[in-house]
């Protein structure tokens, strides 16, 4: 089983609608991520999470939220969805010492009509 | 701040070409430095990294060496395979405090043919 799910893996939508993505991790890690990926952008951080009471904002945050729900899950929602947050989403997570590689989910590609 | 800027593709290869992926850096400190891969349909993998100057990755074929002088840490393999044909994206992670952030290149994609 892979160590790091994502769901769904897949969502199309419409504008105003809110919607969430869910990260589960069996990795034990303490740390959790959320990127975008958009063509020729890369991938940008959004929110990030050191334990389940350290949440903080990336890069990029306005317009979504997230919950840590417990050590193994981070959700991200987007309050109401506007075309412009259609992209690819990956959820990542990493120890919180040592050398802290960040391991990736598949990702969920959500289309927003 | 940090920034990644890596080749634009895409880069198409004839199978068991060279294969060279630029990769520069502007950073502060001594960042960590490392190669991801991505297949079609599927996240992110770490391909290779790198913590300190001269050190090289390797994996699978792929070398890439932190050259610190010249702030780059450019992506070579020997012969290609159409195994290969992926995103690949170059990143680092900072020394100082937020060190737990990655900052990735907008990814180069390739393409090996037979």
């Known amino acids: 089983d892979a160590d790091v799910t994502q769901t769904p893996r897949n969502r199309i939508t419409k504008t105003g609608k809110r919607i969430m993505l869910e990260c589960s991790q069996t990795?034990?890690?303490?740390?959790m991520y959320w990127y975008r990926q958009d063509p020729g952008l890369g991938l940008r951080l959004i929110y990030y999470s050191f334990d389940v009471k350290d949440i903080n904002k990336g890069e990029i945050s306005d317009g979504y939220s997230v919950s840590r729900q417990a050590q193994a899950k981070f959700s991200l929602s987007l309050e109401s969805a506007i075309p412009n947050q259609t992209a690819l989403y990956f959820c990542?997570?990493?120890?919180?010492?040592?050398?802290?590689?960040?391991?990736f989910g598949p990702g969920t590609r959500l289309t927003v009509l | 701040g940090n920034s990644v800027t890596q080749m634009e593709g895409p880069v198409t290869l004839s199978e068991e070409a060279f294969l060279t992926i630029n990769c520069t850096y502007t950073a502060t400190g001594y960042p960590s430095l490392f190669w991801y891969v991505q297949y079609p349909g599927e996240g992110l993998q770490l391909l290779l990294k790198?913590?300190?100057?001269?050190d090289k990755g390797s994996n699978k074929g792929f070398e890439a060496t932190y050259r610190k002088e010249t702030t780059s840490f450019h992506l070579e393999k020997g012969s290609v395979q159409v195994s290969d044909s992926a995103v690949y994206f170059c990143a680092l992670r900072g020394s100082g405090a937020g060190s737990y952030q990655l900052t990735f290149g907008k990814g180069t994609k390739l393409s090996v043919i037979p």
């Open positions: 790198a913590t300190k100057a001269d």
């Open positions: 990542a997570t990493s120890e919180d010492t040592g050398r802290r590689e960040q391991f």
């Open positions: 990795k034990g890690h303490d740390r």
